[in-house]
């Protein structure tokens, strides 16, 4: 009996071992690549069974295993890789990649990260390093020359000026052309401040000024370079068609660094940096204040030459001063458990290359990263705070630079002020009536802005099932602006009787955003699937109060009681007490399917819904479809792999349509105040149009995609084709007998066409040295097609800055800015006045090519002009040329836009000499030291109104603008 029940225990422990060892167990785990970036797709196989699973796009994956299995782990472009299964439920599997592509990610539309392979349209990436690295206050600044396709334009030197920001060119006659800003998912605002307020009934300045004489930063250079992790730029049309019509001119992503471990670490880095004016407008000074040759008390140089002997000062040199600005950075990253944090902090100073220009920027901001049952929750919250300072000298028009160009060079400008502080006069006893000294100017005509800024996001992945994701991300955006502006009054921008003039305003923008979507993927066979759906919520609010005013009671006071009373005027709404506002909303739902066989052949097609407050009823809802194909050349024809020439070969193409819209409150005509006799409301000058559809752009793109020696060198080239019918056209004049000066339709057509070629070679690459060569080319063309019969041509008003020459269009005719030509207005103002180079050959006689007016012009045999003239004596020669004369065509330049040398120290050494510190570099950059052009001004990159402006603003026009000056930054990097 005994040794009965004795086999029958040792049988009972045996089953229980047996079924301990064959207990199944869920297995998580997650597949990355040798950089530690997620693998999706790949193949996950229990060996010797049938047992599979696919990872996510977060390379993410479940199974169902029992201890002592073997997993085989597979993905195209990767080497197989086998796992024992041991005790543990989660586990982290990293792949070695046979083809460096697919090692690469970048994010898109709705802050979902791709492979660059899948992408049928143009995309690239430039990593926050890089930006940062340039030492630019403004980020966007350090993006020039780094993707193909994408202008920047700085609106001058000045510290704290606005940048304006194109993709492939002006698609918008009237509209914005600036690019989409989106953050971690979510839409930042980056508004520039329009000064024009369309007769106090918009947003603006009371005064409704033109953006002339002023500068506003652009709100996406409020953010820290140092929070970025990437930039990717989305060009083509398939790109930005899941955004909308806020994409129309492409998109830029910014993703934000965030802790990598709950390990505590600190790192701290700084830079100083030096600045130097050193291209200037060229000048001619060897004659004496005059006309036709003989001495006058004016501000022109047509007089004698100068007496031998006399003693002349060199004003520019005495004028500028060197910048100097100092940048501090400190980022600390620590956690607890599956909870990460990151804090960053900033302080940028900055004292600009003109007296009185200052800018400081103060950033501070908070994020994390918490992952929640098994990685099925993740919540990335963050929270950020701005403060800037802006300190102005007005520019342009009205600003210091004329006045210093034509300034009488036997006079030194450090003479400005008699013993009690007045103006002094140089050939006029009235002050208004002689050019402001340029020190007088940039001390007594003065703005300043300062605002502060709030951004909280929250973004929420949820993975509920292998197969389906959910995400949501949700920001809201809101600052408050305060500013003034002030001109003294005795300046000569001024008539005596204004006695002075001031602007105050305040803006508070209040912005919203939410993304929702829900992503499902299934494997077939060697077909990949993925369906996502989503929505999209907006709502941007801007609100406003802004008083001007003349008959200053104090030339240093900035108040707003600072103006005589009688003399103010206010914003509409600000009459009443109310502000005045705009307000935007849009909804949106879109869906994207998208396939790929094997891993070489990608195909996509996406479909927004939309709706926009903007617009009426009737047309207020639209549409458009996007498709994308890609195909990896390189894999589907094996024997191109095998040559040591070609290692990746992809073609891609893509089709779209999008939309813009037009202004709130553009659809009906408003009443205004009316305060000539009799007091009451009447219609503005503008002429909403009821009947406003959206424009429609459709767009293609082809492209092709070339690495070679093991990805070392790589080309990628594209051709894109954008029609845009039915342009919103605002402010175009018709016959008066309409009732308004300006209108409101859908009018033109235009075609946009380019050609982009981006090229890199990785030249060296060791532990020691790494240089990699960069290079972006990009060549546009556009043509109005169609113009309203009634509109013989439109002009944007606001780029009239100085003679007859203004941006706009005629039909059959291309833009002024196409092309690489510029106005060059410095050149026209100083010719006129006797300072150019131009005019250095005024004794030299010539004859002017015409007819005489004797009667004969007009038979067959009209008389050659045959009189010759002298210039020297006659200075309408120079005074009276057309404004044809300055447009120089076919612009070029090379500019050495950033250059860093670094120096890192051995982490050996440091563990003697520095205990605790565990990185610490030491680096020089430069920026902006080489210039090559055929230029005839100082600096070809000209912008002669603020990126407020819209349609092609003042792209192209240079009048008293100055140029991006050379800088030096020296700084080190520190981590602990």
């Known amino acids: 009996?005994?040794?009965?029940?004795?086999?029958?225990?040792?049988?009972?422990?045996?089953?229980?071992?047996?079924?301990?060892?064959?207990?199944?167990?869920?297995?998580?785990?997650?597949?990355?690549?040798?950089?530690?970036?997620?693998?999706?797709?790949?193949?996950?196989?229990?060996?010797?069974?049938?047992?599979?699973?696919?990872?996510?796009?977060?390379?993410?994956?479940?199974?169902?295993?029992?201890?002592?299995?073997?997993?085989?782990?597979?993905?195209?472009?990767?080497?197989?890789?086998?796992?024992?299964?041991?005790?543990?439920?989660?586990?982290?599997?990293?792949?070695?990649?046979?083809?460096?592509?697919?090692?690469?990610?970048?994010?898109?539309?709705?802050?979902?990260?791709?492979?660059?392979?899948?992408?049928?349209?143009?995309?690239?990436?430039?990593?926050?390093?890089?930006?940062k690295e340039t030492q630019r206050e403004n980020f966007i600044n350090g993006l020039s020359g780094r993707v193909a396709g994408l202008t920047i334009n700085p609106t001058g030197g000045t510290a704290g000026a606005s940048s304006s920001i194109v993709l492939r060119g002006f698609n918008s006659l009237s509209l914005s052309n600036e690019p989409l800003f989106v953050v971690d998912g979510v839409i930042m605002d980056n508004q520039t401040m329009n000064q024009g307020s369309s007769g106090g009934s918009g947003l603006g300045l009371a005064s409704d000024r033109s953006n002339r004489d002023n500068d506003y930063t652009n709100r996406i250079a409020d953010l820290n370079p140092a929070d970025i992790e990437s930039v990717t730029v989305l060009k083509g049309p398939e790109a930005t068609a899941l955004y909308g019509s806020q994409a129309s001119s492409g998109a830029i992503l910014i993703t934000t660094r965030k802790a990598k471990s709950n390990k505590l670490a600190v790192q701290y880095d700084n830079s100083i940096r030096i600045q130097k004016l050193n291209r200037f407008p060229k000048t001619y000074e060897a004659y004496e204040n005059g006309t036709n040759g003989v001495y006058s008390p004016v501000f022109s140089y047509f007089g004698a030459p100068y007496p031998e002997g006399t003693q002349l000062f060199d004003n520019i040199d005495i004028f500028f001063r060197n910048g100097v600005s100092q940048t501090h950075n400190l980022g600390i990253d620590f956690g607890v458990k599956n909870s990460v944090f990151r804090i960053s902090a900033s302080v940028f100073d900055q004292q600009g290359v003109i007296p009185n220009n200052d800018y400081k920027r103060y950033?501070?901001?908070?994020?994390?990263?918490?992952?929640?049952?098994?990685?099925?929750?993740?919540?990335?919250?963050?929270?950020?705070?701005?403060?800037?300072?802006?300190?102005?000298?007005?520019?342009?028009?009205?600003?210091?630079?004329?006045?210093?160009?034509?300034?009488?060079?036997?006079?030194?400008?450090?003479?400005?002020?008699?013993?009690?502080?007045?103006?002094?006069?140089?050939?006029?006893?009235?002050?208004?009536?002689?050019?402001?000294?340029?020190?007088?100017?940039?001390?007594?005509?003065?703005?300043?802005?300062?605002?502060?800024?709030?951004?909280?996001?929250?973004?929420?992945?949820?993975?509920?099932?292998?197969?389906?994701?959910?995400?949501g991300r949700f920001g809201y955006d809101a600052y408050e602006s305060v500013g003034w502006t002030i001109y003294h009054p005795k300046s000569f921008y001024?008539?005596?009787?204004?006695?002075?003039?001031?602007?105050?305003?305040?803006?508070?923008?209040?912005?919203?955003?939410?993304?929702?979507?829900?992503?499902?993927?299934?494997?077939?066979?060697?077909?990949?699937?993925?369906?996502?759906?989503?929505?999209?919520?907006?709502?941007?609010?801007?609100?406003?109060?802004?008083?001007?005013?003349?008959?200053?009671?104090?030339?240093?006071?900035?108040?707003?009681?600072?103006?005589?009373?009688?003399?103010?005027?206010?914003?509409?709404?600000?009459?009443?007490?109310?502000?005045?506002?705009?307000?935007?909303?849009?909804?949106?739902?879109?869906?994207?399917?998208?396939?790929?066989?094997?891993?070489?052949?990608?195909?996509?097609?996406?479909?927004?819904?939309?709706?926009?407050?903007?617009?009426?009823?009737?047309?207020?809802?639209?549409?458009?479809?996007?498709?994308?194909?890609?195909?990896?050349?390189?894999?589907?024809?094996?024997?191109?792999?095998?040559?040591?020439?070609?290692?990746?070969?992809?073609?891609?193409?893509?089709?779209?349509?999008?939309?813009?819209?037009?202004?709130?409150?553009?659809?009906?005509?408003?009443?205004?105040?009316?305060?000539?006799?009799?007091?009451?409301?009447?219609?503005?000058?503008?002429?909403?149009?009821?009947?406003?559809?959206?424009?429609?752009?459709?767009t293609y793109e082809i492209g092709t995609e070339f690495r070679f020696k093991d990805n070392r060198f790589g080309v990628d080239a594209t051709f894109y084709n954008t029609l845009n019918k039915g342009q919103i056209i605002e402010g175009f004049r018709l016959s008066y007998g309409t009732g308004f000066v300006l209108n409101t339709q859908n009018a033109a057509s235009t075609r946009n066409q380019g050609i982009e070629i981006a090229g890199d070679a990785m030249l060296v690459s060791n532990k020691k040295l790494t240089w990699n060569l960069r290079l972006n080319f990009n060549k546009m063309w556009n043509k109005v097609i169609d113009m309203p019969r009634n509109v013989a041509e439109y002009y944007i008003s606001d780029t009239w800055l100085y003679g007859n020459a203004r941006g706009g269009l005629v039909l059959n005719g291309?833009?002024?800015?196409?092309?690489?030509?510029?106005?060059?207005?410095?050149?026209?103002?100083?010719?006129?006045?006797?300072?150019?180079?131009?005019?250095?050959?005024?004794?030299?006689?010539?004859?002017?090519?015409?007819l005489l007016n004797d009667g004969k012009q007009n038979t067959p045999n009209p008389t050659p002009n045959y009189i010759s003239v002298l210039p020297y004596y006659n200075d309408a020669f120079y005074t009276t040329m057309p404004e044809e004369a300055f447009i120089q065509k076919d612009v070029n330049w090379l500019r050495l836009q950033d250059i860093t040398l670094s120096y890192g120290f051995n982490r050996e050494s440091l563990r003697y000499l520095l205990k605790g510190v565990k990185s610490l570099d030491v680096f020089v950059t430069g920026n902006d030291l080489i210039l090559i052009t055929n230029y005839r001004g100082a600096d070809p990159q000209v912008n002669g109104n603020t990126a407020g402006s819209r349609g092609v603003g003042g792209f192209g026009f240079d009048y008293g603008t100055l140029p991006t000056p050379l800088g030096l930054n020296f700084g080190l990097r520190a981590g602990f």
């Open 363 to 471: 950033n501070l901001r908070i994020s994390n990263t918490t992952k929640l049952f098994g990685d099925k929750l993740e919540i990335i919250p963050s929270l950020a705070f701005i403060k800037s300072d802006n300190r102005k000298v007005l520019r342009s028009a009205g600003g210091y630079m004329l006045g210093l160009l034509v300034w009488p060079n036997q006079n030194s400008i450090l003479n400005y002020e008699d013993p009690a502080g007045e103006k002094l006069p140089v050939f006029n006893s009235n002050p208004n009536a002689d050019y402001d000294n340029p020190l007088w100017n940039v001390k007594n005509n003065r703005s300043q802005d300062n605002t502060d800024r709030y951004t909280a996001t929250l973004g929420i992945n949820i993975k509920p099932t292998d197969w389906l994701t959910i995400t």
């Open 814 to 850: 291309a833009n002024l800015k196409v092309g690489g030509d510029i106005f060059n207005g410095t050149e026209m103002f100083l010719t006129r006045s006797g300072r150019s180079r131009l005019t250095m050959d005024r004794m030299n006689p010539r004859v002017i090519e015409g």
């Open 494 to 698: 001024l008539s005596r009787a204004l006695n002075g003039a001031q602007d105050n305003y305040w803006q508070r923008y209040m912005g919203y955003n939410h993304t929702a979507t829900a992503t499902a993927r299934k494997k077939i066979g060697n077909f990949n699937f993925r369906v996502m759906v989503g929505t999209m919520w907006q709502d941007y609010e801007t609100r406003m109060f802004a008083v001007s005013g003349n008959q200053l009671k104090s030339p240093t006071s900035y108040d707003t009681s600072n103006t005589l009373e009688s003399t103010r005027v206010r914003l509409l709404r600000n009459n009443r007490g109310e502000s005045n506002q705009r307000i935007l909303r849009q909804f949106a739902y879109f869906g994207e399917f998208a396939a790929n066989w094997k891993n070489m052949v990608f195909m996509n097609y996406t479909h927004r819904f939309e709706s926009a407050s903007t617009l009426p009823k009737k047309n207020r809802s639209y549409n458009y479809p996007g498709g994308s194909l890609s195909l990896i050349m390189s894999d589907l024809i094996p024997g191109i792999k095998r040559s040591d020439a070609i290692s990746y070969w992809k073609l891609r193409t893509s089709l779209a349509g999008t939309a813009r819209l037009n202004s709130p409150y553009s659809t009906q005509s408003v009443f205004v105040d009316n305060f000539a006799s009799g007091g009451g409301y009447s219609y503005g000058f503008t002429n909403a149009n009821p009947d406003l559809a959206p424009e429609r752009q459709q």
């Open 1 to 131: 009996m005994k040794q009965l029940m004795h086999m029958l225990a040792t049988l009972l422990m045996v089953v229980g071992v047996h079924t301990a060892m064959g207990q199944e167990l869920t297995l998580r785990g997650t597949v990355l690549s040798s950089g530690n970036e997620p693998v999706p797709n790949a193949t996950i196989t229990v060996k010797g069974t049938q047992r599979n699973t696919v990872s996510d796009n977060q390379g993410q994956f479940s199974i169902k295993v029992t201890k002592g299995e073997v997993l085989v782990v597979t993905s195209v472009g990767y080497l197989s890789r086998e796992l024992k299964v041991g005790d543990n439920a989660t586990v982290r599997i990293s792949l070695t990649a046979t083809d460096n592509t697919l090692n690469e990610v970048v994010v898109t539309a709705m802050d979902i990260k791709r492979n660059p392979r899948e992408l049928g349209y143009s995309v690239q990436k430039v990593d926050g390093d890089e930006v």
